[in-house]
């Protein structure tokens, strides 16, 4: 089936986060482990393409979590990865992590702006505030005086100064960060890149609904989720603005819910505990109470997302279900396997997905 067969223009948009770092998405010696390569990534992009999904999106991700599997030892750069991905695919929409952090502005608006002509105003700019403190600070960028509130306060003006860099022919700003004398970025986009984020703090929920085009969301359960993207919605809107809301889940499909159940079983069997309570307390957790976590359930603290696991009619029905009872407006798949999981998704259930959204216009 060809992709214009598979994709929509309309209703859930359904995309993909790339494996980047090695290991993927499941902190497992018993899980699959992609190798973090660019062809792998590369391979993975233009299945998504040829399987109708909309976009491709990639993290930014500077240190690993150690364990007996080395999780995200091994990484790629965000942007260049995804310019290159913009060349090797025609539709799907590139989506690149940029930590504020680490970019200058000036830098940044100039590197998306050549992603968003490679990819002929596909491009989308993942804006993350840094928060784990020794990804940067190996590198000597981890202002230890910047609490949450000051960090946003910087990617507010950060994300200003971008976005007056792509419009207007010279940009002087002196904030209380960021510092533009008659700065230059030409060319301009012809269109503005997509600006998309994450964060549930209401500081970087205002700052979403102030510039950005999509919010990923994430919570305990399906009434906080719906709860989150009402939220940052309604922000948006009072604004006189409008933004979409988008989530993200790893999905284990097999031919029947047994067997795909035996599949998740097996890989949270492996759990890297070690890994986990790194990963744990670079968030802030003190290690005790990471490691208390972790021990409760290990073989589910293994996936780094809520999980679907079934036959195709089980994983349609359950994300149907979240998309209509939440109200988002996408989702972002994690496959454990891509190259052998994500063509039987795009034969199996994402055309049952896209026929629920077309009743669902139709109503």
């Not at 030892?73 to 929409?93: D, F, N, W």
């Not at 502005?105 to 989308?124: D, F, H, L, N, V």
């Not at 972790?294 to 994300?319: K, L, M, N, Y």
Request: proline residues 4%; contains cysteine; negative net charge.
């Amino acid at each position: 089936m060809s992709t214009s067969e598979h994709s929509s223009t309309s209703g859930t948009e359904y995309g993909i986060f790339l494996p980047i770092g090695n290991g993927g998405w499941i902190m497992s010696e018993t899980a699959p482990h992609p190798d973090a390569s660019y062809a792998y990534n590369k391979k993975a992009a233009v299945l998504a393409e040829e399987n109708g999904f909309d976009f491709i999106m990639s993290m930014g991700k500077w240190r690993g979590y150690g364990g007996s599997t080395d999780h995200w030892g091994r990484t790629l750069e965000s942007i260049s990865l995804m310019s290159a991905l913009a060349e090797a695919t025609e539709r799907v929409k590139v989506w690149a992590t940029v930590h504020t952090n680490l970019f200058n502005p000036a830098m940044a608006a100039k590197m998306y702006t050549t992603m968003q002509e490679i990819s002929g105003g596909r491009a989308g700019m993942n804006i993350v505030v840094g928060a784990y403190a020794e990804e940067f600070s190996q590198m000597g960028e981890w202002p230890e005086d910047m609490d949450h509130a000051a960090r946003y306060r910087y990617t507010e003006e950060w994300v200003t100064a971008v976005e007056r860099l792509w419009t207007e022919d010279s940009v002087t700003m002196d904030g209380e960060f960021v510092h533009l004398t008659d700065c230059q970025s030409r060319p301009h986009p012809q269109t503005k890149p997509t600006l998309i984020s994450a964060g549930r703090s209401p500081a970087g929920l205002d700052m979403q609904a102030r510039h950005c085009d999509g919010s990923f969301l994430t919570a305990d359960d399906l009434p906080g989720l719906r709860a989150a993207s009402d939220d940052v919605k309604a922000r948006a809107a009072a604004r006189g603005r409008d933004i979409k809301t988008y989530s993200m889940l790893t999905v284990v499909l097999d031919e029947t819910d047994a067997k795909a159940e035996a599949r998740r079983k097996e890989y949270g069997r492996g759990a890297d505990v070690e890994a986990i309570v790194n990963m744990k307390t670079s968030w802030g957790l003190p290690l005790d109470r990471a490691l208390s976590m972790t021990a409760e359930h290990p073989e589910d603290e293994a996936f780094q997302t809520a999980v679907v696991s079934g036959s195709a009619e089980t994983v349609t029905e359950r994300i149907s279900e979240l998309v209509e009872f939440c109200g988002i407006d996408g989702l972002m798949v994690i496959f454990p396997e891509y190259h052998a999981d994500l063509p039987v998704f795009g034969e199996t259930v994402l055309p049952a997905l896209r026929a629920r959204d077309a009743v669902a216009v139709t109503a």
